[in-house]
């Protein structure tokens, strides 16, 4: 007989443990992103189209967090923008979000044409290795977010205990785990998929292809100026705690690429 789940809980705590019981876990952590349709409203009534296109890169930008509710079906990208249209003045306003909702369908379409390209090479890697050069397996240091590198720990953290990182910080863990690691793309992909409340196959895999410059011109990387840049007090950025990072972009191409001069 299929024994079916409690739907209704008087609140989060009484969900948690419940979850825990269920499955054996003595863990009872649970991300603190809410699921549902009324959540999801909020976030669209919160939505700053104008904000988002001149802070997204920052952490502490206004980004959307409508991701995960786009990922599991509970609103579809036209509901976006129409609630960008009811906004906005003027739609070139909003561009820089309608570009990434876009991005998406892009995704969608050449994995639907392409889709040996979600787990293959699309093309061979530019950065003067091999496939055969990288890692098959994730090393254990980042799976358990004691790398040398704090901020990408913090990365790894909010990635494991909330099942959501800010773009930009996923573009800095793909290029650790690939160029600073050496590690297939294909392991982080799946990594990532494991742990992403809005994990989507093409986008995600494709954008990891994207870092690794197997579906690219060039290899992306960042260094420690970059992420300070980018982020608040919350991620330590200090070198001492950062050494792998915290050095020039024309060190980092050498070190990381010493096989073929590549441009940054």
């Given amino acids: 007989m299929v024994k079916l789940l409690r739907k209704n809980f008087l609140d989060r705590d009484e969900l948690r443990h419940y979850l825990a019981q269920i499955h054996d876990d003595t863990d009872e ?14 976030k669209l009534a919160n939505m700053k189209p104008k904000l988002y296109g001149r802070t997204r890169n920052h952490l502490q930008g206004d ?21 960008i249209k009811d906004s906005v003045d003027n739609m070139r306003e909003a561009e ?102 809005d994990g989507y196959p093409p986008s995600n895999n494709l954008s990891w292809q994207w870092v690794a410059s197997t579906f690219s011109h060039k290899p992306y990387i960042f260094n420690l100026g970059n992420v300070d840049k980018y982020t608040g007090d919350d ?14 972009y024309a060190v980092l191409t050498k070190e990381l690429f010493p096989n073929k001069r590549v441009d940054v």
């Fill in 29 to 42: 952590s649970i991300s603190p992103i809410m699921g549902g349709r009324k959540a999801c409203e909020v």
């Fill in 235 to 248: 991620i330590d950025t200090t070198p001492d705690n950062n050494r792998p990072l915290a050095k020039t």
């Fill in 63 to 83: 980004v959307t967090y409508l991701s995960p509710y786009l990922s599991r079906g509970v609103i579809a990208p036209q509901e976006v923008i129409n609630k």
């Fill in 96 to 197: 820089k979000l309608v570009q990434e909702l876009t991005w998406r369908d892009f995704w969608t379409h050449v994995a639907a044409h392409r889709p040996e390209w979600l787990w293959q090479d699309a093309e061979p890697y530019k950065t003067g290795w091999q496939a055969t050069d990288y890692a098959d397996t994730m090393p254990e240091d980042i799976l358990a977010a004691q790398t040398d590198c704090a901020c990408i720990n913090t990365f790894i953290d909010s990635l494991h205990n909330t099942g959501y990182v800010h773009n930009h910080a996923r573009m800095y863990l793909a290029a650790y785990v690939i160029h600073f690691r050496r590690v297939k793309w294909q392991v982080g992909a799946k990594w990532f998929l494991d742990h992403l409340l």
